[in-house]
């Protein structure tokens, strides 16, 4: 089976076909920083990542690009409240941006472009619709023609007409017509602003996409995604100005993940729910943040809220727990059979494996895939059961843990790191102090050792241990 996405441009699942055989180019939006990124901006960052990892371990060589929007009037409120430069607002925030994702175990883009350095592309892009008579320059404004990109409303299969009537557009005499959008907005005062052939200003949202896309990927990609809220009229509107532009079908595949809500209900400043990327993740971990984005299937929307939080981190245990369970019985287990993995492990590790894909090769699916890294721990344990295990097929099990978190983008062996050498050494020292029957000093580490969230677990191939 192919890889499939829903495409929203077609509303159908369809079999993935790059442009060119064994390369992606992708392209996801990123942020207007002016500002910490909230929890729903979290989501697509991580459903993207795990795509883009997916995409990789398939065989796929992926370039993925993801701008950060710098220009823009909030940016601007903000320089102009703080008597800073939109410059130094923008970076302050885009610096937060990164280790944000970075706590998500997001990979960095491998292109991560800004506005500000890529005016020069953005004028020249807008010079270009003019000259082909797709826009138009209104008293240092310059508009985008809707009415002349006869395919305008096929991304958020509304029709003109509808959207003539029923988009929100502030009354512009400027206008030609109320659905064009601007490309160029004139200089207004204590605002950033560039020299261009229609005078001082600066670029409007939608043409910058279209033109940092151009720039680093070229006049086609293969995969544009973002979230739902940006598909009009932020897409609508990229796709019928680089079409404009270019001649060409600007995205082959375009995905939108579904919108997050805060116990049931829409995030919003007024509702008191708007809740930081940063503080959650300070407060639960970025592990298990980025778990939970992924229990649920990315186009749905998803509900956020302590109890489901709750839920994932005893899942997210379950898997590390048979990881260390599997590491520990490597130790005891029988040296390699000179015949390798027996058949019956093998077979089961090859179908786990194969189901995994299937799932994933299915519009990204990554909550059936969890339930199959679920059904990885199942057979593990039943395995672990047996008196006679052999190293081989113990880490067969674990390298299968680690090879399909990994493609989640949660990292199993980063947890052996966990143990500095100080709780090594009283991991040690208790474990001499229980040979010694002291069990006073080797409660006292034990408890200690709860202090720094190590909780210790005797067994009868040795002490477990796991973090709180």
């Known amino acids: 089976m192919s890889i499939q996405f829903t495409n929203t441009l077609t509303r159908k699942k369809e079999a993935f076909v790059p442009l060119e055989p064994g390369k992606v180019k992708m392209y996801v939006c990123g942020p207007t920083v002016y500002n910490y990124i909230h929890i729903g901006n979290a989501r697509p960052a991580i459903v993207f990542d795990t795509l883009r990892r997916y995409l990789k371990y398939r065989g796929f060589e992926v370039t993925f690009v993801q701008n950060i929007t710098d220009v823009d009037d909030k940016l601007i409120r903000v320089a ?41 592309e953005i004028i020249q892009f807008i010079e270009g619709l003019i000259e082909k008579g797709y826009a138009y320059e209104s008293e240092g404004d310059v508009y985008f023609r809707t009415g002349r990109f006869a395919e305008y409303g096929k991304l958020s299969h509304q029709p003109l007409d509808e959207l003539q009537v029923g988009a929100r557009v502030e009354i512009n005499e400027k206008k030609e017509n109320p659905l064009d959008f601007a490309l160029w ?44 809220d940006l598909v009009f009229p932020h897409h609508e509107n990229e796709i019928a100005q680089s079409e404009c532009y270019t001649g060409k079908v600007f995205a082959r595949y375009w995905l939108h993940n579904g919108m997050l809500n805060i116990n049931n209900e829409k995030m919003s400043k007024s509702l008191g729910n708007f809740l930081l990327a940063r503080d959650l993740i300070q407060h639960y971990g970025g592990e298990l943040i980025r778990f939970f984005m992924l229990q649920g299937h990315y186009r749905n929307p998803i509900n956020f809220s302590n109890d489901l939080l709750e839920q994932a981190a005893n899942g997210l245990e379950r898997i590390k727990t048979a990881y260390a369970n599997l590491g520990h019985r490597l130790q005891t287990a029988r040296a390699e059979e000179p015949n390798g993995l027996a058949q019956e492990q093998k077979e089961v590790i090859a179908a786990l494996r194969e189901r995994f894909v299937t799932e994933m090769d299915d519009d990204l699916n990554t909550a059936n895939a969890i339930t199959v890294v679920y059904d990885v721990v199942k057979e593990a344990n039943l ?34 790191g966990l143990l500095d050498s100080e709780v090594e050494a009283l991991i040690a020292e208790r474990t001499e102090a229980r040979k010694s029957r002291n069990f006073a000093r ?27």
């Open 383 to 416: 395995y672990l059961r047996n008196q006679n295990v052999g190293q081989v097929e113990v880490q067969a099990y674990r390298d299968l843990l680690v090879e399909l978190t990994g493609v989640l983008g949660l990292e199993l062996a980063q947890a052996e």
């Open 80 to 120: 102009n409240e703080e008597g800073i430069t939109v410059k130094e607002v923008a970076d302050r925030y885009t610096d937060a941006f990164n280790e944000d994702l970075r706590n998500l175990n997001v990979m960095p883009p491998d292109i991560q472009p800004r506005v500000m350095q890529t005016i020069p």
């Open 185 to 228: 907005k004139s200089a207004k005062p204590g605002e950033v602003t560039w020299s261009s052939p229609w005078g001082e200003g600066r670029p409007g949202w939608h043409i910058e996409c279209s033109a940092m896309a151009l720039t680093f990927l070229g006049d086609q990609i293969d995969i544009h995604a973002g979230g739902a």
């Open 442 to 468: 080797a409660d006292e580490i034990r408890d200690l050792l709860s202090e720094k969230g190590i909780l210790l677990e005797d067994t009868p191939q040795g002490v477990r241990w796991r973090r709180k």
